[in-house]
């Protein structure tokens, strides 16, 4: 007799043995599959042979603070028909797949076209711990309120191997693939943004938008870090950004950047002036740039108050954070 809900398939005695990152844990298990589920079937019944149909019905059956488990077949999108608020503690939701991936992975969240204001983005996350693994977010939503793709404002969140990615809006002030409104995120392995769709205007039309209290996500980012990410844009004019906060206080503490590539695509038809910029000199925290490459951009960082390590000092100075 099987320890989980998916006897002689992924696990062996309880420890997961197959690829894409399903973690070891004492909670429950929730297989979702957009294109075969059923979302008429018990929690008991669920497993990887008779999944639920969509990531709401798992999600309402996820128990808070109970590291249960919600994991995405890979054979379809995920679709959304109005935002995925997930409040919850310690829920980890995991993308399946034969290995993991920064960009192009097999289980893909969606948001098309709604009507409800109330859906910014395909995703907002507000609980404390949660995780997301091996999952590409998007959003095509033209509503006018929906500007975002995720959310984040959490504590402790963990994105790893994402993808996020807003389809629309690439000629709105104020849009962005992700709202960094977390506190204690971290984002590893990402990328984030898109070289295919190109931003029109001069716009400020970020990545990762910084601004403090952004609504629905709320709260300020606060000892955020991106490591190893991608940074990816097809830029129309070169007040385009890749990091934006539009206020002195949104940064609490500690933004760090790290070993990550900022990188515009060839075929744009501008060169973005910067890549980290703040409308002001951040006076709650500070924002360190360390080891990261760019391509296609004037500069990393022009704006006080944003340190640069490793790859704008010369060599004499390696290694020594410097002020832009």
Not at 89 to 100: A, P, W
Not at 167 to 190: H, K, P, Y
Not at 210 to 234: H, P, Q
Request: aromatic residues 8%; proline residues 2%.
């Amino acid at each position: 007799m099987g320890l989980t809900n998916f006897p002689n398939g992924i696990s062996s005695f309880g420890v997961p043995v197959m690829g894409g990152g399903v973690p070891a844990t004492p909670g429950n298990f929730l297989f979702v599959d957009y294109t075969l589920g059923n979302d008429g079937i018990s929690v008991k019944a669920n497993s990887a042979q008779r999944p639920f149909k969509t990531i709401a019905a798992a999600y309402a059956q996820a128990r808070t603070n109970k590291d249960d488990v919600i994991v995405l077949m890979g054979s379809a999108s995920h679709v959304l028909t109005e935002m995925l608020t997930v409040a919850k503690n310690r829920v980890h939701f995991v993308g399946m797949d034969g290995t993991s991936r920064m960009y192009g992975q097999n289980a893909k969240i969606s948001m098309g076209v709604t009507t409800a204001a109330t859906d910014l983005g395909a995703l907002l996350n507000t609980g404390v711990r949660n995780s997301f693994h091996n999952i590409k977010f998007t959003s095509a939503n033209t509503v006018a309120q929906s500007l975002y793709s995720v959310l984040e404002g959490g504590e402790y969140s963990v994105y790893s191997n994402c993808e996020f990615y807003k389809e629309t809006d690439l000629d709105q002030t104020g849009a962005a693939e992700l709202v960094m409104n977390g506190d204690s995120a971290q984002l590893i392995n990402c990328t984030i943004g898109s070289n295919a769709n190109a931003i029109a205007g001069a716009i400020v039309r970020a990545n990762v938008l910084m601004t403090k209290e952004v609504a629905g996500a709320g709260k300020v980012s606060r000892d955020v870090l991106f490591k190893n990410c991608l940074f990816w844009k097809k830029a129309g004019h070169v007040n385009n950004r890749f990091v934006y906060g539009a206020n002195a206080t949104d940064v609490e503490r500690m933004l760090l950047i790290d070993d990550s590539v900022f990188f515009t695509t060839k075929l744009s038809t501008a060169v973005p002036a910067q890549c980290v910029a703040f409308a002001a000199e951040q006076t709650e925290g500070f924002a360190l740039i360390r080891n990261c490459s760019s391509i296609n951009n004037t500069k990393l960082s022009t704006t006080t108050g944003v340190y640069i390590d490793g790859a704008v000092p010369t060599y004499a100075t390696s290694g020594i954070a410097v002020a832009a």
